[in-house]
């Protein structure tokens, strides 16, 4: 059941349904995103610092920003990676959510602009993930205390990309503790029993979503596992996972799947489930201050993996 405080605005966008993404110009549509998302989050939280950076690769440039709460206990520095079904997003629509995510886990965050579709298909934005993952680590000096704990974190598509790094470097020393995965998105296909129940009508419309992996595929395999994690065969050693789940979003049982293909291989995983609310709910927070109800949650467990057992 829908939560109480959600319902108005989920009847209000089904009256209003957004136009397939087919039928709009992407610049178009990224430029509406970012207005929407500074609506959703009218007055965000005070920092200590917040301060734009950016990421010298191999051939191109990564512009990124760090979050430093007033709260700032220099034992986590999370590299986050923004939502947006890999075509839409930036530093300025997540803007809001690592503020808050910030404030509340009393850690620095680090958020990357990396590259979208349909400009920079499959595996650009994944190479960026990869390759800003490994400098962090190797400088993360720059960005906080030297000995502070590395997670690193998304949402929806970029839970994706989060994920991925996570598994394709954990052998390299880089000391990743934990993988936080807000809701992700795992592959195209989505058959499953929540997708059927809220794939239209709750927020994540599953037809745009599949659309969009068309775009962010460009032609390549769908079956990959850097594109649909929960085929992949080998995910022992990976980091400690968080799982953050939806009740009322298409796609909890793919994400709650892949908790257990997790487990399945020796990590260590916490799965937590927000009751009543949508894909993208943290998002919804500066306007919905329920949505977040669950974020004091996450921060705990966050700092139990710092602290250890």
């Known amino acids: 059941m829908i939560h109480p405080a959600l319902r108005q605005y989920v009847d209000d966008m089904r009256a209003h349904p957004a136009p397939h993404p087919a039928s709009i110009d992407i610049t178009h549509r990224r430029s509406s995103y970012r207005d929407a998302a500074k609506a959703l989050w009218p007055t965000p939280e005070p920092l200590a610092e917040v301060r734009d950076c950016t990421f010298e690769l191999a051939g191109r440039s990564i512009a990124g920003r760090l979050y430093v709460p007033f709260g700032d206990e220099t034992r986590g520095i999370v590299v986050y990676f923004h939502g947006g079904s890999f075509v839409v997003g930036d530093l300025e629509t997540h803007d809001g959510v690592c503020r808050r995510l910030a404030v509340d886990t009393a850690m620095r965050f680090l958020a990357i602009d990396y590259r979208l579709a349909p400009e920079h298909p499959f595996p650009a934005g994944l190479e960026d993930a990869i390759d800003v993952l490994r400098y962090v680590s190797a400088h993360r000096g720059e960005y906080g205390d030297p000995s502070a704990s590395l997670f690193v974190m998304g949402d929806s598509a970029g839970a994706t990309l989060a994920t991925v790094a996570a598994s394709i470097t954990r052998h390299d020393g880089i000391g990743v503790v934990a993988q936080v995965l807000l809701y992700p998105t795992l592959g195209p296909e989505m058959v499953t029993d929540s997708a059927h129940t809220f794939g239209t009508g709750y927020w994540l419309e599953l037809d745009h979503l599949r659309y969009d992996y068309g ?4 032609g390549a395999d769908h079956t990959d596992p850097r594109v649909s994690p929960l085929l992949s065969t080998d995910l022992a050693e990976s980091p400690s996972a968080i799982v953050v789940v939806a009740s009322c ?16 291989y020796g990590v260590r995983v916490e799965l937590l489930e927000a009751e009543g609310m949508v894909h993208g709910f943290i998002r919804l927070g500066g306007s919905f201050p329920d949505a977040l109800a669950i974020v004091d949650d996450l921060a705990a467990h966050m700092h139990r993996l710092v602290e250890g057992p």
């Open 215 to 218: 775009q962010y595929l460009g």
């Open 249 to 264: 979003d298409p796609l909890r049982d793919e994400a709650v799947a892949y908790a257990g293909l997790l487990e399945h």
